[in-house]
């Protein structure tokens, strides 16, 4: 069925280390591929995402890779900082309509 | 421009009880989709909404439904209130809502169950 692996489920940093968080679909028919992060008692802020005809993505600290043969995607953060800290999740989408399906997420603790 | 809106923020009821979640999309907005989180779970997809139509539904029971209003706002019923309905329940919104579009989330309706 439809499902999102997530891997580590916690991760600690040192500050300006890098983090890498993976996940495994399930559905050869996902397209889309978001990332959020979630702070304590806060809305889940989309932070990049990917689309499944581009295998990399980039956006300053922050890269996303998919490779679709063997339906994983990962997240990755340079020079980590204290205010990194949060849960994300990865998600899927299903290709019909706009359902999501989420990661069980992974909370990143970057110390000073 | 204000982001996507939910009210109430808190919200405390009893086992039986029923409740409505309201969701304002983004301005220029159509699609809405309601998920629910667990503590320390990811979102779990309920519903989405497209132009006034349903276009998918979750694995929740009949005691969960929506709609959505011509002015793409939505509403999330849930009847006969059960403690695992306990959750935050998170509304986003998308410009269209097909399967390649960015979701923006609100901040969520703090639901318990008493």
């Known amino acids: 069925g439809e499902n999102v692996e997530q891997h580590p489920s916690t991760l600690s940093v040192q500050e300006g280390d890098s983090a890498v968080i993976k996940c495994t679909y399930s559905?050869?028919?996902?397209?889309?591929f978001p990332w959020y992060k979630q702070e304590l008692g806060k809305r889940p802020q989309l932070i990049i995402d990917i689309r499944s005809n581009v295998g990399e993505k980039k956006d300053q600290r922050i890269a996303v890779t998919l490779n679709k043969t063997a339906k994983h995607f990962s997240l990755h953060i340079t020079e980590t900082q204290p205010e990194d800290s949060a849960v994300y999740f990865c998600a899927a989408s299903i290709h019909q309509g706009g359902k999501l399906i989420f990661g069980q997420g992974t909370e990143l603790s970057v110390k000073p | 421009d204000a982001g996507v809106t939910q009210s109430p923020t808190h919200l405390i009821k009893t086992r039986g009880q029923h409740v409505t979640l309201r969701c304002s999309p983004i301005s220029g907005h159509k699609s809405v989709s309601w998920y629910q989180q667990v503590l320390g779970q990811g979102p779990q997809f309920i519903f989405q909404?497209?132009?006034?139509?349903?276009?998918g539904r979750g694995n929740f029971p009949d005691r969960f439904s929506a709609r959505q209003f011509p002015n793409y706002s939505s509403e999330l019923n849930v009847n006969a209130l059960l403690l695992g309905d306990s959750a935050l329940y998170l509304c986003?919104?998308?410009?269209?809502?097909?399967?390649?579009?960015?979701?923006?989330f609100g901040d969520g309706t703090r639901l318990s169950i008493l």
């Open positions: 986003a919104s998308s410009y269209t809502g097909l399967s390649n579009q960015p979701q923006h």
């Open positions: 559905d050869s028919a996902s397209n889309y």
């Open positions: 909404y497209y132009e006034k139509e349903e276009r």
